[in-house]
């Protein structure tokens, strides 16, 4: 595929990720397209269930570009959900009115996983379309963030067919048939690995691996059963796109105390949740990684004067950036359907007027 | 208070929490009286609501009884709730059926929070006489350990009325009016140390402060919300009785990346979940603290040879232990309704057995 693309006007979150100098810390927040925005509401309001719109390259398209369009964020992410694969995979994904996702066929026998195979062609076109579409209408603003589960997290859904607090479920295939789970979370890498690369063949600038239950697991299973087959996902992946290295970001929450094994596995940057301390964490990752993070959601519930005070104190904790080491301000997870939208312009504006200053220290 | 009571058969618990010689690793499980045992169901069967039932010393006394006839362990937890404390201030503590601990008066609104007061004399009176009578009724066998929420887990539950998975509630709060949260946490710290040290009068031979929910806070807002007022705990209390050292455990689940921050504020020892590497942490906090922890609850669904294989793992990743530091087997979090009893057993004789072993070798 050869598609033309405007140029890109502003790279810093893309240089940032490299490690390379920026003019400013850039920012972007995860689940920035969402419900806490009136827009996003209104768009959403009548208009079908959640996975028929998600399905719909316009909609992704109209509502990827809202917060784009309010704030001075220096990245898109492509409007989709973690768990496209396995519902490519067949297991039905579906969303019920203030529930997380759930599966109507999970993975409930031996036989069932036996039978998983990696997504149809084209069963997933609809996202690549949706990458295409958007990245022609930001027509080169900011970059466009591409994504999806890692192995582990969708593995888990696919299993429990919905979230856990406890994980009985694969938790006990991990301890009793680990062999089960290893053959899920092969099939996951694959299917992933070829996922996202189509995704940067439809234009995604940088992709991000979303992790969001590696923090469940016990010390050595993380590595074992997550950690592994998101390595296995960065091998297949391809890094360059046109001449542009693509980044990689892996995110796992409550991965703090693994920083040093994630920061091997061949990624260009890693996220990060808030009980980090980002001073720490960049000590400990050297200039092998670039950091994103780590503001806690809830400090958008504050007052304009809080917010600042926390913003300022995340971007000092990461210390003023030196040469070969990065860092992408962002939330340490998706931003409340709560969240004023005031409180993201005071955050967006903060990030980038202290992160300006800073480097103008001595 | 002087009572007597007999003298201690097996100290091997109390022995590794002061970081003292042990010939084996000594082993306790949380929540180990509790809905996976069928005799704890049985006990339960038509008598009550469970507060009902906690509040009634004899309940409380044949309840934490049961794992300690039905296995070899080290020590005795009593039965009872982190949330007696809140309970005792008025807020009106229930359970529903299935679901987790909620209050009927949650701390609503400014005026609440001025008028908390700590809880009365003689209403936590059912504690401390339970307390006394298991003691007893254990005739020194093992240890007995008392408990309690920490402040920031109590104010959790108070300002929310129940379990979250985002904490709206309490981090609004926190970041906008953080002297309303001081309050709320002082008023805790004061009530929690008075409980814990009447405890310790009654006969509690340990004690071990439960911050569940302390891993929900950010870096930098931990130590300030959470862990002072843990330290504010320790301060207040009574570290010695009839001549015993009284050593005060602290485990903060999602804490493994403070571990420094908490090896420095007084306790004997800190809890450990089970994302912490054993041999890091050790490495960590050198001979500060005695460890306890930390194995995945979901390893007790697994066949017996698993089971045996990652307690050995486990015991190994803690390493032979050396003077002056101490580990104290356990798992990384409560044990989970549904483990088979059977399982329990495997863990218990495999510690033991293996932890005897580890000690004779070079």
Known sequence: MSTHFSPLKNDTFLRALLRQETDYTPVWLMRQAG???????????????????????????????????????DA??????????????????????????????????????????????GSLQYVFDAVTQIRRTLDG???LIGFAGSPWTLACYMVEGQGSREFHGIKSMMYKRPDLLERILSLNAQAVATYLNAQIDAGAQAVMIFDSWGGALADGAYQRFSLKYMQDIL??????????????????????????????????ALGLDWTVNLGQA???????????????????????????????????????PSAGQGHVFNLGHGISQFTPPESVQVLVETVHEVSRQQRLQA
Chains 1, 2 share one sequence.
């Open 282 to 320: 960049r000590a400990r990752v050297g200039d092998k990684v670039a950091l994103q993070g780590n503001l806690d959601p809830a400090v958008l519930f504050a007052e304009p004067d809080q917010i600042r005070q926390q913003v300022t104190a995340t971007l000092q904790s990461y210390g003023k």
């Open 76 to 121: 898109a992410i492509l409007f989709s959900d973690i768990l496209t694969v396995p519902d490519a995979m067949g297991l039905g994904l579906y969303f019920e009115e203030g529930e997380g996702p759930k599966f109507e066929r999970p993975l409930k026998d031996e036989q069932a996983i036996l039978d998983l195979k990696v997504p149809e062609e």
């Open 141 to 143: 603003r900011v970059p």
């Open 235 to 268: 091998n297949q992946l391809q890094r360059e796109k046109d001449g542009q290295r693509i980044p990689c970001i892996v995110f796992t929450k409550g991965g703090g105390l693994w920083l040093e094994d994630m920061a091997a596995i061949g990624a260009d």
């Open 35 to 73: 419900r806490y925005l009136p827009e996003y509401r209104a768009s959403r309001q009548g208009a079908g269930s959640f996975m028929s719109l998600a399905k719909n390259p316009d909609f992704a398209t109209e509502v990827t570009m809202q917060p784009i369009d309010r704030f001075n964020l």
